[in-house]
């Protein structure tokens, strides 16, 4: 069981617009901490996507974005491209743990 | 180039013992703390072990607190993970990733390895 809470898996057609939650608490998205975004094509190790909650580093595609509110954050990819398909991955700190966590990733299927 | 080659994994029976190594270059190796992350067989992502970027602090996750440990030569621009007691659940790619953010809170993982595998069986 993962802190940090992510659908196992979503779908869309291509062209399309999906959104990956994140839920974690207190101790970790609720206490300020910043909630960063992985991707991780099939058999390739992981790619930062997002970080700092909102931020994308060089070279990421305007049509990947993040979000934070309270406890929760999500990820949004916009016009779905078939090279999306891939598993996504949330993290950020967890002082209860005094750790790093992540969460249990997502599948993204694009039809 | 900037990249970061991880080196070391195997078999190993119950309780033995292995150490990983990670080659950085392209960075400033002494700038930055490090990470070991680790993927079983078809599971997420969990992190294991962290180190500052002048080694004088480290950080474990429950699950290998008092088994393995973290350290660093930044003359040689090189991590390592020493691994021992080693279970089958330590079974996994372990990747290593150089940290970026300013403070705890606000770290995040910004140049991953390729990983080395690590087989913990009889």
């Known amino acids: 069981q993962s802190v940090l809470t992510q659908p196992p898996s979503v779908s869309g057609a291509p062209g399309q617009r999906v959104t990956i939650s994140c839920t974690g608490s207190?101790?970790?998205?609720?206490?300020?901490?910043?909630v960063n975004w992985y991707q991780q094509l099939p058999g390739t190790a992981p790619k930062l996507l997002i970080y700092?909650?909102?931020t994308r580093p060089s070279g990421v595609p305007d049509r990947f974005s993040g979000s934070k509110s309270g406890t929760s954050a999500s990820l949004a990819i916009t016009g779905l491209q078939a090279e999306d398909e891939a598993d996504y991955y949330c993290?950020?700190?967890?002082?209860?743990?005094?750790?790093?966590?992540f969460g249990g990733g997502t599948k993204l299927t694009v039809l | 180039e900037v990249q970061l080659v991880e080196s070391g994994g195997g078999l190993v029976k119950p309780g033995g013992s292995l150490r990983l190594s990670c080659a950085a270059s392209?960075?400033?190796?002494?700038?930055?703390?490090m990470t070991w992350v680790r993927q079983a067989p078809g599971e997420g992502l969990e992190w294991v072990s962290s180190?500052?970027?002048?080694?004088?602090?480290?950080y474990y996750a429950d699950s290998v607190k008092g088994r393995f440990t973290i350290s660093r030569d930044n003359t040689k621009n090189s991590l390592y993970l020493q691994m021992n007691s080693l279970r089958a659940e330590d079974t996994a790619l372990y990747y290593c990733?150089?940290?970026?953010?300013?403070?705890?809170?606000?770290?995040?993982?910004?140049?991953w390895g390729r990983g080395t595998l690590v087989t913990v069986s009889s």
């Open positions: 990733t150089r940290v970026a953010g300013e403070q705890q809170l606000y770290w995040y993982f910004d140049l």
């Open positions: 392209g960075f400033t190796f002494s700038y930055y703390s």
């Open positions: 180190i500052s970027s002048g080694g004088s602090h480290v």
């Open positions: 207190s101790s970790n998205i609720g206490a300020g901490s910043d």
């Open positions: 700092h909650s909102t």
């Open positions: 993290q950020s700190y967890d002082s209860s743990l005094s750790g790093w966590v």
